[in-house]
């Protein structure tokens, strides 16, 4: 299943509780950060004039997110109820350290085909980010710029937090769970 924001990876933190057993998904992990390697080598690489052009466009790009037109959204109440398909409520808290989002998963179990919906107060917009998987008994760590509407519109953490958040997945055994509540703000990592 594709993700909101092409190919980005993600990062996973340590795990939130002792496991015995690894999940296969964990193999991605070095290549994550082989990949974050390979750009601070670039970005170490570059010289000032390229630098101040590299800063300037990211200026630019991120001035321009969250613009565009608008998704509807059904009502604020919606997201306390289960959607359609969904059974079974996931463990999960969501985290926002002003960049970033963690998706803690605490089951002991990975979800799998996860859609992560986010909003914040006064956008009427739905940002989502579709991950593969959510190991168990870990967080996975991700840029909000990584959040998108349908119509391409990034989650731009520079023009206000989101507070709530909603998730659906698949679980092992091929149920649907899904869950929901307020974002908690942390310290920057």
């Known amino acids: 299943m594709g993700r909101a924001g092409g190919a980005a990876r993600a990062r996973y933190n340590a795990p939130t509780r002792p496991s015995a057993v690894e999940d296969p998904t964990d193999a ?3 290549r994550a950060i082989a990949d ?3 750009t601070f080598a670039r970005l170490q690489a570059m010289t000032p004039v ?3 052009k590299t800063v300037v466009v990211t200026v630019l790009v991120l001035s321009g997110c969250g613009g565009g037109p ?3 959204v059904a009502g604020r109440a919606d997201w306390a109820t ?3 398909g969904a059974t079974v409520r996931l463990p999960a808290r969501v985290t926002f350290d002003a960049m970033q989002l963690g998706i803690e998963n605490r089951d002991t179990r990975s979800w799998r085909e996860a859609v992560v919906e986010v909003r914040r107060p006064g956008d009427a917009r739905i940002y989502r980010y579709r991950a593969d998987v959510i190991v168990g008994g870990r967080t996975l760590l991700m840029g909000a710029l990584n959040f998108a509407t349908d119509d391409g519109a990034r989650l731009s953490p520079f023009s206000g937090a989101p507070t709530e958040w909603r998730i659906q997945a698949v679980l092992p055994d091929g149920v649907r769970g899904w ?3 307020a974002i908690v703000e942390v310290a920057p990592r």
């Open 28 to 30: 991605q992990h070095p």
């Open 36 to 38: 974050e390697l390979v």
């Open 50 to 52: 390229q630098m101040t």
């Open 70 to 72: 608008a998704s509807t």
């Open 82 to 84: 289960a959607p359609a």
């Open 179 to 181: 869950a929901s509540g």
